[in-house]
């Protein structure tokens, strides 16, 4: 399995302001997926955001959006406008293109003050 | 769309008993499913790759006796706990494969067991 690694393990932020998680990966791999998933309280796991390598454009969901650096192995998630409601654990994941399994990351909590 | 159901969302069972758990893809047609074992504030820990219409791949490690896994149709797989034990309390999510290219996994809420 890739390695992910998710070097923050809680990160807290102010409510209306910005945020940045960052994830990197280790592959041999030129094309695969990224992604970041969210696991609030309730622990459903919600896809927040999606990226093909192959894309060199940032892929972006409302106040989410990524910053994919293929060469540094790097795709860190910026969350906008923070909200109460992104309060959450947030997994970084990779999935190669000949395998569908995802490898993820140990996670980040995230929290946001009022 | 890609909406996962699991079913039950809690359970509590007795030790050396059984506990099937569901996880159906309901808008969608899932070849693939995986099943993974959440341990609190942990990741996500894949135990198993459950394939409509053949034999689930287990990862190393996971006992394959004791979770049964079966995928009858490309809706439902069942992950089915055999003689549970306390040490098998955990928090059970399922995923179904889906999306434009089946490049996305797609969670259920999750299953709580606790084995007493």
């Known amino acids: 399995a890739q390695t992910v690694t998710q070097s923050q393990p809680e990160m807290s932020v102010q409510e209306a302001e910005t945020v940045t998680l960052s994830c990197t990966y280790d592959?041999?791999?030129?094309?695969?997926?990224l992604f970041w998933y969210k696991q609030p309280p309730s622990r459903q796991m919600i896809l927040v955001i999606r990226?093909?390598?192959?894309?060199?454009q940032n892929a972006t969901e409302n106040r989410f959006s990524v910053n994919f650096q293929k060469a540094a192995k790097s795709f860190s998630l910026k969350i906008s406008d923070s909200q109460l409601g992104d309060a959450a654990m947030y997994f970084c994941?990779?999935?190669?293109?000949?395998?569908?399994?995802?490898?993820f990351g140990a996670g980040t909590t995230v929290t946001v003050r009022a | 769309g890609a909406v996962v159901s699991q079913h039950p969302s809690w359970v509590i069972c007795k030790s050396g008993t059984s506990v099937k758990i569901e996880c159906r893809s309901l808008?969608?047609?899932?070849?693939?499913m995986f099943w993974y074992r959440q341990f609190p504030k942990q990741s996500l820990m894949l135990m198993a790759t459950?394939?409509?219409?053949?034999?689930?791949?287990?990862e190393q490690g996971v006992e394959k006796d004791k979770f049964l896994i079966n995928h009858a149709s490309l809706t439902l797989s069942t992950l089915t706990v055999t003689s549970a034990h306390p040490e098998d309390s955990s928090f059970y999510i399922c995923?179904?494969?889906?999306?434009?290219?089946?490049?996305?996994?797609?969670f259920g809420p999750g299953t709580r067991l606790l084995v007493l």
């Open positions: 995923s179904a494969r889906g999306g434009a290219k089946g490049e996305t996994q797609y």
């Open positions: 592959t041999s791999e030129s094309d695969y997926y």
């Open positions: 990226q093909e390598a192959y894309k060199q």
């Open positions: 994941a990779y999935r190669s293109p000949y395998d569908y399994k995802l490898s």
């Open positions: 808008d969608f047609q899932a070849t693939t």
């Open positions: 459950s394939n409509e219409g053949s034999k689930a791949t287990y």
